[in-house]
């Protein structure tokens, strides 16, 4: 069973960065694609950016690209999302998920995803 852990979340001011971390355990860690969602109170969880299960894809929603980077450590079994740049509406739980997978695919949907952390909170005040 693949467990996930996000770390990294907490307050920031507009224009501020924070980097979440996502520590992967129960599988080797290069079978899992791996994504980032968040979701906002009272919103759907939407997706914000994904990476292959070797790191050389990558894809981001519309609304972080240019701000937000994604990136895996396949020795420390961790992925990261690097923020920057943030706004309000950045505003949310974020999640991290895992595929198990033989592609080297980016995947974009919620529902590919089966295994996912518990979130962490990232708050951007005005």
């Known amino acids: 069973q693949v467990q996930l852990v996000e770390s990294g979340g907490g307050l920031v001011q507009a224009g501020g960065s924070l980097r979440l971390s996502c520590a992967a355990s129960?599988?080797?860690?290069?079978?899992?694609?791996m994504g980032w969602f968040r979701q906002a109170p009272g919103q759907e969880r939407e997706f914000a950016a994904a990476?292959?299960?070797?790191?050389?894809?990558?894809t981001y929603a519309d609304s972080v690209k240019g701000r937000f980077t994604i990136s895996r450590d396949n020795r420390k079994n961790t992925m990261y999302l690097q923020m920057n740049s943030l706004k309000p509406e950045d505003t949310a739980t974020y999640y991290c998920?895992?595929?198990?997978?033989?592609?080297?695919?980016?995947?974009?949907?919620?529902?590919?995803?089966?295994?996912w952390g518990q979130g962490t909170q990232v708050t951007v005040s005005s």
């Open positions: 998920a895992a595929k198990v997978t033989g592609s080297g695919s980016v995947y974009r949907g919620r529902n590919e995803y089966v295994h």
């Open positions: 129960g599988r080797t860690f290069t079978d899992l694609a």
């Open positions: 990476i292959s299960r070797g790191g050389g894809g990558t």
